[in-house]
């Protein structure tokens, strides 16, 4: 349930060509089909056979999109449907099996059992590479779906135009209309050998008018097919072993970009060098961490995490650095590098401030892109959820403002930091969008007017937290006090006689049908009040004040971790497996990321060492179903990267990073700036997770927290390891 | 029937803005509506509601698309639909009189009776400008339909976006499948006066996948819209007299090149300006011939037809340079003009013709723009009846050739004449195209394996004619020897038995279940036997001594003239009215438009002179029925300029202009390369339609014609007339 894909790409590449095990319609019997959550990323372990191999995939979403353009070899008999998983012979898809299977950094290997056909699949930036080892055959094909896809809707196929250049080019466009509404990808893909003949078919049931299309066969050799669902095919003869290798490139703005991204970033046919390239690619940004570990499980989960925190957000933009905008124009990255897919309710918590420190030229361009995107937008909105070129309004808040605070408070971002604060007043201001006008009237979101008016209030008044120390940087007085009076809205939803955070009515009144423990219709997404009570990331000390003192705060933490939950919470809940959820604590969605690290902030902070190591090891494993819940991104492997370094930033805006308890035994982050950071364990072990006693360049630390410059200037971080908490 | 519109706009520009007087559904009760035929340029006489103006309408055609962005001023209650012709008040259409309408060149106004509004509509190229003037009313609004179109399929929305930039500009695109398949219009639309409020409503029965964009209310305010199926509307509030006014501006490429192209083109509000600057080019063009005439209404259907001739095609590029090309990349015509709407079949014959005398700079784009075409086609092929971007593969051979040859033998084209030639060879041997391979092979198409084999092999063969000339004319010997040899295949669908045309089978026997009267399912399209057989345009002398020589072929050509037809031959006949045909002969159509002229090669060319004027009285009336059948792009109209000056070209492709009788007193042509062609005629009357000399620059000619150089260098052609018959 991690919903990330085992295919190939490079770091932060455009392209992700990678297998779907099956590619369900989102509606089935005229209802959501709640099987099709499985294939957020096209690929589930526990399937048996491949349907293809396409060029786009989310990495650890919730919900989905994309799929693009599904690749799939076979032999014998021509079939265009894909078939069932019960019987794959029925289709053009095949069984596998996971013993053939290899899945490196930008490298992909299978065996296609059905046809014995091996099949490699490697990337750059804009091109996926595939090759395919044939058997001998008189019949042998390459089917291109431009049907096929993630998420698929009934009427998710909006467009699909098709140029055959010539006997080994193709060029064309798909047009979706799903998760993201208005999307256009364009392609240029070309064969290593010439095609024999080719073909398709049309599965539109109410076809377009035809007129006098109809002089033509165009289901044999015609090289101008344009309709709303159609399927393709190239046949080929192979000799036993031949390879026949396919370089399928994409863009967001026209044919002629993907064929210029094609013929620039691979002008060659050398699979193997394509493979070495992305994989020096992956060993330069994985090594910007080295670290040493207690065991190889460890190194690998280090390392996995690493590898999926650089696959989003995703390059948008083509080698001549064309991209399409939010309003559909095509625009000029003069300046910066485009990057599309912001999960920003997740990332904005650990993704980006992870950036701030090993990717901060990304992290300025992805500043950059969001900010772009604010002045293309028809509603000058900042991103919620955006992706190609596409708004999703998925989740709440208004979390762009926290991720350009905290690159600009953090001297990433040196850009025009008055237009970057405009932008985050404006998104804060804008009234018609999910309750904000009656947040600014009142200081809350009534659950009358809105279905996530606690998790909207209290996030809001997160974001603004950081508006007003980005207005305090800037010395823009009138901004910060306006903000940071805002930023208190949190206490609003706050009802002290239960003492839980509580949706109100647009009365002023808490409402009265409330479960503190279900999620769903109460005004909260994707946690409940128990974890919700928490998300006051930006003034821990106050909500704890509230909540009865440090003492009491620490009890209902204990209380969170260890508690038993009813097995209706989790059929009611979206988005969690049980696998997720330590307690009540749901570690699978990221409302309380924060909260393990909450105990430094009361009298027992070895109870954040504890339970962050307790996550550590429960919630990420080297296995297939290493992750506790979707990777979101990102999120989830930028938390795990954190907490084993020993540190966390509980609130992005602030240059404080809480520490925990590292689970590495070393590790040397070597840093953009030419300096390195290092953390040191002494006498670490798997129960030795409490702290003894931290230095800081060999002198001892007096505080719970670390600061942004002391790491960005290099040095070292010594934990002092006990399997005894300290209790002090 | 003429299927011309009566709205405003300047010669050969991209905007047609003109009034629907119904916009019906190509589709009733799951079959063809005949009904929508009538509105293939949207305007039908009789009618008695506008249901409002649309930016784009082809001129003349028999089958129809565009219709884009229908706008409607309205008062008091808003209502979206456009209501029922019987009951206008249902729906935002509205009743009008037309005495209340004035239609000028560039200019059309009307009052609109329903809500008591005045419009008035005006353009430049790629800007249609409206002027409505309001009562008073606090509840005025402008509808801009994004679903209204001609000839609407049901599924032809295939996806509208729209950008509300601020209270006064709006910008976006349409996307639509029609007859045209793949086709995006952008546009950009400004007010003068800012709107109070704005909204829409989405009429896509199963709409796309909403997700999260559930949190906004997008009826209303919303500036972020697209889907399959939108109207909106702009509220107002108006005192009486006050006009709102709209530029609209179109781009085949993008909404910043329709704001730029309205910017550039009018930065002004003056519609005054606006209406003159286009009258003025229309005068410009149309005094390219000053004519004087017996009466008063000959000048008018002279003009008309000067006007008609000088509409398509259409300017199909932005003021940037950029186009769509047919590959659906974007390009720069660096060299050239854009143009699209080529309705060869029908103007290849007189039009293009026409064009190289008096538009001798446009039609060299026109052919840059053909060779555009080619160069961008998948499929390499010359435009056959392209629009838009697209081709609609409408009606048969592939006369691109023949524009093609005439303008570069004429010396208008000057452009690189071996690829032309390459462009016409390579397009007349693409053997899967409309039985061009057994053509090759055979000499003849089939009728077992084409609809339209006798029409197809009589075209090829005078197209292969052209070719042959543009061949012979660059030295290339080996193609002219071929084509000259294929352009004789005309003989292999002559039935020397019956001395008609007639389809032969796949065995080469000539097909026994035929009827010399019947168009439809005989190999024949747009004109039966009767018609077809006398086309051969580049060998009249060989087909009329294959007919049994210059007698019979007189009364041949009597016969079909005055022959009476039953009444079963227009139930059966498509694109016919009673009124296009004259006995046997089909002027509404085109096949046999140089039949009349054909009497020149007999001896009888006084009946030339007699049926050209005869044909010139009846199917030409300076009234609003007043064409004799969908004029089809400007053809109908370049035959009676051509008819009406004394001389027609009855092998574009030849130097040779056979003379016929003018209708016209005199003219004087104004001819680009700054000479003057006059035609003067003595003694000329209604009945004075027979000539007894003919002088060209003072001497009298001894032959049937003229050639294009004596034209082109200037000079007089005097008729003298008379009512008596010369008869030698």
């Known amino acids: 349930m991690g919903h990330t894909y085992p295919g190939a790409t490079v770091p932060f590449g455009s392209i992700q060509l990678s297998p779907e095990t099956d590619t369900l319609s989102y509606v089935k019997d005229g209802k959501y089909n709640p099987d099709v959550y499985k294939y957020c990323a096209g690929y589930q372990y526990s399937d048996k056979t491949i349907v293809g191999f396409s060029h786009t995939h989310f990495s650890g979403t919730g919900h989905s999109d994309l799929g693009d353009f599904l690749i799939m070899p076979t032999t014998g008999k021509l079939q265009l449907n894909p078939g069932t998983a019960d019987n794959p012979e029925s289709g053009y898809r095949s069984a596998f099996s996971h013993k053939n299977e290899v899945a490196e950094a930008n490298y992909y290997k299978v065996k296609l059992d059905d046809d014995n056909i091996i099949a490699e699949l490697t990337t750059s930036p804009r091109v996926g590479f595939h090759q395919y080892t044939f058997p001998a055959s008189d019949q042998a094909h390459i089917i291109l779906d431009l049907i096929s896809g993630i998420y698929n809707y009934p009427d998710k196929d909006v467009w699909t135009f098709v140029r055959v250049v010539n006997d080994t080019l193709v060029t064309g466009y798909r047009q979706t209309s799903g998760w993201a509404r208005t999307r256009t990808v364009y392609f240029a893909m070309t064969f290593s050998k010439p095609f024999i003949s080719y073909g398709d078919e049309n599965y539109d049931a109410k076809q377009v008018y035809k007129g006098f299309w109809g002089k033509w066969d165009q289901t044999k050799n015609f090289p101008a097919l344009a309709d709303r669902k159609i399927r393709m095919y190239f046949n080929f003869k192979t000799q036993e072993g031949e390879k026949i290798k396919i370089k399928f490139a994409l863009s967001p703005v026209s044919q002629e970009n993907a064929l210029n991204n094609l013929r620039s970033e691979i002008p060659h046919w050398d699979f193997d060098k394509v493979k070495k390239d992305g994989q020096q690619q992956w060993n330069k940004e994985l090594s910007k961490i080295e670290v040493t570990t207690l065991n190889e499980g460890d190194k690998v989960s280090f390392y996995t995490a690493m590898y999926h925190a650089f696959i989003n957000p995703t390059i948008y933009m083509d080698l001549n650095r064309e991209y399409k905008g939010i309003d559909q124009n095509i625009h000029k990255a003069e300046n910066f590098t485009n990057y599309t897919t912001f999960s920003l309710w997740d990332t904005h918590r650990a993704l980006h401030p992870l950036f701030n420190i090993l990717q901060p030229d990304r992290n300025t361009d992805m500043v950059s892109s ?88 209290l996030e809001y ?180 990267i954190f907490s084993e370094l020993g540190f966390y930033p509980v609130a992005p805006g602030s240059l404080n990073y809480e520490l925990g308890s590292p689970g590495i035994v070393s590790a040397k982050m070597n840093l953009e700036n030419g300096k390195t950071f290092t953390v040191n364990t002494k006498n670490q072990g798997e129960k030795n997770v409490y702290v003894q006693k931290v230095l800081l360049n060999g002198k001892q630390l007096n505080r719970n927290y670390i600061t942004h410059s002391e790491i960005m200037n290099g040095g070292t971080l010594e934990f002092y390891m006990s399997a005894q908490p300290p209790k002090k």
Chains 1, 2 share one sequence.
Not at 388 to 402: F, P
Not at 585 to 591: D, K, M, Q, T
Request: charged share 20%.
């Open 370 to 457: 969001m900010l772009a995107h604010y002045d293309q937008s028809a509603l000058k909105m900042l991103p919620i959820w955006s992706t190609y070129a596409n708004e999703t309004w998925c989740m709440s808040g208004y979390h762009s403002v926290s991720v350009i605070a905290d690159a600009i408070i953090k001297g990433v971002y040196t850009g025009n930091a008055e237009a970057a604060l405009d932008a985050c007043v404006t998104t804060a201001k804008h009234r018609s969008y999910e309750g904000i006008g009656e947040y600014m009237d009142k200081g809350f979101v009534s659950s009358d007017s809105n279905r996530n008016s606690v998790s909207n209030t």
């Open 461 to 640: 008044a997160y974001d603004d937290w950081c508006i007003a120390q980005l207005a305090k940087k800037l010395n823009k007085t009138d901004i910060y006090n306006e903000f940071i009076k805002r930023s208190e809205n949190w206490k609003n939803v706050y009802d002290p006689k239960i003492g839980f955070m509580r949706p109100r009515l647009g009365n002023g009144s808490f409402r009265k049908d409330f479960d503190v423990l279900t999620t769903n219709g109460q005004g909260f997404i994707e946690g409940n009040a128990w974890n919700y009570s928490l998300y006051v990331p930006h003034n821990p000390e106050e909500l704890i004040s509230l909540m009865g003192g440090k003492k009491k705060f620490e009890v209902r933490l204990d209380s969170l971790f260890t508690m038993h939950l009813p097995d209706k919470f989790f059929a009611e809940t979206e988005d969690i497996t049980r696998e997720g959820i330590i307690g009540n604590y749901v570690h699978g969605n990221e409302p309380a990321h924060h909260a393990a690290y909450l105990y430094d902030y009361t009298d027992a902070p070895w109870k954040t060492q504890y339970w962050v190591r307790y996550i550590l090891n429960k919630m990420y494993k080297p296995t297939s179903d290493g992750l506790g819940g979707n990777d979101d991104c990102g999120q989830m492997s930028a938390w795990y």
